[in-house]
């Protein structure tokens, strides 16, 4: 019997070894000792900031201490943005899509109104700040 070779899509279902599992906890050294240290809980203050409670893996120091965690800037724009959420638009992006392809002389291009939806975002913040 021929058995065709499976697409390529399919070679991470064909590995022999497990895929690596991507914790999402931030990864802290303890100020102190410079061990690794492990996370014992976390909670959100605002939307854009969690708190969160680490303690060192080193039993011969044994340091506890708290990290703040905040969103600061966005590097791609959501597809799902919340209007209540402000986070600036980091320059790397910003450039990116003044340089993006669709930015040509017509004025309705998909950069072009992301640009100024953008803008227009910000300046209303701004208005709201005052």
Same mark, same amino acid.
């Given at each position: 019997m021929f058995a065709f070779p499976a697409p390529a899509r399919w070679s991470c279902c064909m590995r022999k070894k497990p895929l690596p599992r991507h914790n999402m906890?931030? /990864?802290?050294?303890? $100020? /102190?000792?410079?061990? $690794?240290a492990s996370i014992r809980?976390?909670?959100?203050?605002? $939307?854009?900031?969690?708190?969160?409670?680490?303690e060192c893996r080193n039993p011969a120091c044994g340091h506890s201490f708290v990290v703040h965690v905040a969103v600061t800037r966005t590097l791609s724009p959501s597809a799902k943005p919340n209007p209540a959420i402000y986070l600036p638009i980091?320059?790397?992006t910003r450039s990116a899509i003044a340089q /993006? $392809?669709?930015?040509?002389?017509d004025e309705s291009g998909p950069a072009v109104r992301l640009l100024a939806a953008l803008q227009t975002h910000e300046e209303d913040r701004h208005m709201r700040a005052r």
């Amino acid at each position: 019997m021929f058995a065709f070779p499976a697409p390529a899509r399919w070679s991470c279902c064909m590995r022999k070894k497990p895929l690596p599992r991507h914790n999402m906890a931030l /990864h802290c050294l303890c $100020p /102190h000792c410079k061990t $690794p240290a492990s996370i014992r809980g976390s909670r959100e203050i605002t $939307p854009l900031v969690r708190r969160a409670s680490y303690e060192c893996r080193n039993p011969a120091c044994g340091h506890s201490f708290v990290v703040h965690v905040a969103v600061t800037r966005t590097l791609s724009p959501s597809a799902k943005p919340n209007p209540a959420i402000y986070l600036p638009i980091a320059e790397v992006t910003r450039s990116a899509i003044a340089q /993006h $392809p669709s930015m040509s002389e017509d004025e309705s291009g998909p950069a072009v109104r992301l640009l100024a939806a953008l803008q227009t975002h910000e300046e209303d913040r701004h208005m709201r700040a005052r």
